[in-house]
């Protein structure tokens, strides 16, 4: 069994910055060869990819809204990964899931049903306007 906890989230008023953070764990479970990943849900919509990253930590993948203000990275020593949230909008309110994903693709979109193994508990951000 896996357990991803996040934590970082807040309310931040727009054009802010916020990092929010997932410590991963579980007695047979080797982080360092994971990929792992983002995903958020606001209210009423869908949960969807934000941000990917592959075990070695140079591999990156991100969904087109989020391009260029967001960044995923992972520190293998400390089972973490991380995001980072800069330029906010009010449309990024939701609250951010992490999650181990089964494999790492070069693609913009992964599938909530069908990519992911394991889910944390979710952090809730909100943006203020």
């Known amino acids: 069994q896996v357990q991803l906890v996040e934590s970082g989230g807040g309310v931040v008023q727009a054009g802010g910055s916020l990092r929010v953070s997932c410590a991963a764990s579980?007695?047979?479970?080797?982080?360092?060869?994971?990929?792992m990943g983002w995903f958020r849900q606001a209210p009423g919509k869908e949960r969807e990819f934000v941000a990917a990253?592959?075990?070695?930590?140079?591999?990156?993948r991100y969904t087109d809204s989020v391009k260029g203000r967001f960044a995923i990275s992972r520190d293998n020593a400390k089972n973490t990964v991380y995001l980072q949230m800069n330029s906010l909008r009010p449309e990024d309110t939701a609250v951010y899931y992490c999650?181990?994903?089964?494999?790492?693709?070069?693609?913009?979109?992964?599938?909530?049903?069908?990519?992911?193994?394991?889910w944390g508990q979710g952090t809730q951000v909100t943006v203020s306007s």
């Open positions: 999650a181990v994903l089964r494999s790492y693709r070069s693609t913009s979109y992964y599938d909530t049903a069908r990519d992911v193994n394991y």
């Open positions: 579980g007695r047979t479970f080797t982080f360092g060869a994971s990929t």
């Open positions: 990253i592959g075990w070695s930590g140079t591999s990156t």
